[in-house]
Nanobody, 124 residues
Framework: QVQLVESGGGLVQTGGSLRLSCAAS????????VGWFRQAPGKEREFVAW????????EYAASVKGRFTISRDNAKNTVYLQMNSLKPDDSAVYSC?????????????????WGQGTQVTVSS
């Protein structure tokens, strides 16, 4: 079992930055791929980024590439999502998810555990 808790969300103006954290407990975070997803009201859940357990393989959605950076600290059992140059379209509930494989994926149905999510609101 893996428990995931997100933090770091909030209200920010257009062009601002936030750093989200995804803290895991229950078992070691190594050998687990982690993804970030987001869901805005009335929209389907959307892939944002994923990172392999070593941190050497990363993938971003086209909509966030160049603005968001995913990273992890396995010693702290934590994955981060640094979000810069935020836009109103980035407003959503952001959730992290863990996949019991070394490599993650953009497909949300392939993840085994999910956090509750943290709200990000970008004002125009």
């Amino acid at each position: 079992q893996v428990q995931l808790v997100e933090s770091g969300g909030g209200l920010v103006q257009t062009g601002g930055s936030l750093r989200l954290s995804c803290a895991a407990s229950g078992r070691t975070f190594s050998s687990i791929g982690v993804g970030w997803f987001r869901q805005a009201p009335g929209k389907e859940r959307e892939f944002v980024a994923w990172i392999s357990w070593t941190g050497r393989r990363i993938e971003y959605a086209a909509s966030v590439k160049g603005r968001f950076t995913i990273s992890r600290d396995n010693a702290k059992n934590t994955v981060y999502l640094q979000m810069n140059s935020l836009k109103p379209d980035d407003s959503a509930v952001y959730s992290c998810a863990a996949r019991m494989y070394a490599v993650a994926t953009p497909q949300d149905h392939e993840y085994d555990y999910w956090g509750q999510g943290t709200q990000v609101t970008v004002s125009s």
